[in-house]
């Protein structure tokens, strides 16, 4: 990645096969992660929707709707408030990021070219790593707010 690495205080990794069953769990499995950090339930449901775009592009772009195909997820918290989430397949890969990233641009015509663009406004940093016949990977960064524990007192 090519951000600094900070303090790691825990990290979960897991892989599942490319079946649109498991971007439900996918989704799951990282919002019970990241529940570890303070953020409120609009900002888990911020994440659980990154994560569904992310794991939907790799089944459905990457391997064309391949089941049986490798998805990877690799979830961490730095520094008690950073949440960092990689997502990877070893699919086809994209030709043109910069492309891919536009808003509202989709090589599928029946999508609405939309899930990097939501992806990149919950999160603070993405990063889309590619290479045509090896994968992508989608890295990205958020940082929550520390609230003052004894403004809920
Ligand atoms: N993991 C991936 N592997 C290969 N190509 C990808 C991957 N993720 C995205 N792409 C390419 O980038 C384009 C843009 O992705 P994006 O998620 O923004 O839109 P979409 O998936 O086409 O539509 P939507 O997400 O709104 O359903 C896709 O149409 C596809 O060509
Ligand atoms: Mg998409």
């Known amino acids: 990645m090519g951000w600094t690495i900070m303090n790691i205080k825990n990290y979960v990794r897991f892989e599942f096969s490319s079946i649109a069953e498991n971007v439900g769990l996918a989704r799951s499995c990282v919002a019970a992660f990241a529940s570890q950090l303070d953020c409120t339930l609009d900002e888990i449901e911020e994440i659980k929707l ?3 775009e992310a794991v939907s592009n790799c089944i459905i772009h990457a391997y064309d709707n391949r089941a049986n195909q ?3 997820i690799m979830v961490s918290i730095q520094d008690d408030r950073t949440l960092d989430l990689i997502i990877k397949d070893y699919g086809k890969g994209i ?3 910069e492309k891919a990233l536009e ?3 989709s090589t ?3 999508r609405m ?10 999160m603070d940093e993405m990063e889309v790593i590619s290479k045509p016949g090896e994968g992508t990977s ?6 929550f707010l520390v609230r003052d524990q004894e403004a809920y007192a």
Do not use: L, N, W
């Open 50 to 52: 990154v994560v569904s």
């Open 70 to 72: 490798k998805v990877e």
């Open 95 to 97: 030709v043109d990021i």
């Open 103 to 105: 808003p509202a641009y």
């Open 108 to 110: 599928d015509g029946s």
């Open 113 to 122: 070219g939309m899930g990097f663009t939501f992806m990149k406004s919950f």
């Open 138 to 143: 989608v890295q990205m960064r958020r940082s």
